[in-house]
């Protein structure tokens, strides 16, 4: 496995490939990410990941600098699920000057459910995976599904402007409990790691109401209401069309139920396909 932290050298490491298959991330990494790099490995002639940190998408008081650091642990689980190149630019290396162009994605999508709270939090990682796209040049990407509306944000963007790029979903892994595998799990103190389980379990719960027939507004008013009892502050928890998660207009419709909330200073997102 090569280890590379510029453009050029990532493009000599590249030289001959026809097919990359590349894993954007920001390190921290637990199997969620390697299942992803496992699957990437499937589908291309060389795998690439990425880990890099990237301010754009973190707003002012949120975890940017305190974001945990795990480059070498990172590197040797990268080599035992067989990526072939880890791109690990620092920030001089891929914003070698303010980064004045940027992108935009549809107030539709990017400024609802995630982006209603965390604004600009799309600009950011569009902005900065196109930029990554352009460096490892890939023809598969794969992202989690765990990231659910950003996952549909990159693959409009990737449309919209014909890139040469298959987006691949990947499945969220999860605990043995339940719980959806993410970096900031680690924040969790043993109480709240047992309490962070719950999500899921709420969220699943409302797929299964609306499938019998239950009122969505209800069912969702019902599942702010159970986190709140359990001393979550839930931001939203709703269900809607996974076409381009607005409001479920038949029943017939695939749909899926998401949430956020935070559980004392943690913030959990979560979603359950139905």
Known sequence: MKIVHSIADL??????????????TMGNLHDGHLALVQRARELGDVTVASIFVNRLQFLP???FDSYPRTFDADCEQLRAAGSDIVFAPNENAL???????KVYPPTALADILEGEFRPGFFTGVCTVVMK??????PRVAVFGKKDYQQLMVIRGMVRQFALPIEIVAGETQRAADGLALSSRNGYLSGTERDEAVHLSRVLAAMAAQVRTGESIPDVENAAMETLRSRGWQPEYMTVRRRSDLRAPMDAAEPRVALGAARLGTKRLIDNVEF
């Open 61 to 63: 008081h949120e975890d």
């Open 95 to 101: 914003y070698p000057e303010p980064q004045a162009y």
């Open 11 to 24: 493009r000599g490491a590249l030289a001959g490939a026809r097919k990359p298959a590349f894993v954007p």
């Open 132 to 137: 990554l796209f352009a460096c490892v040049q």
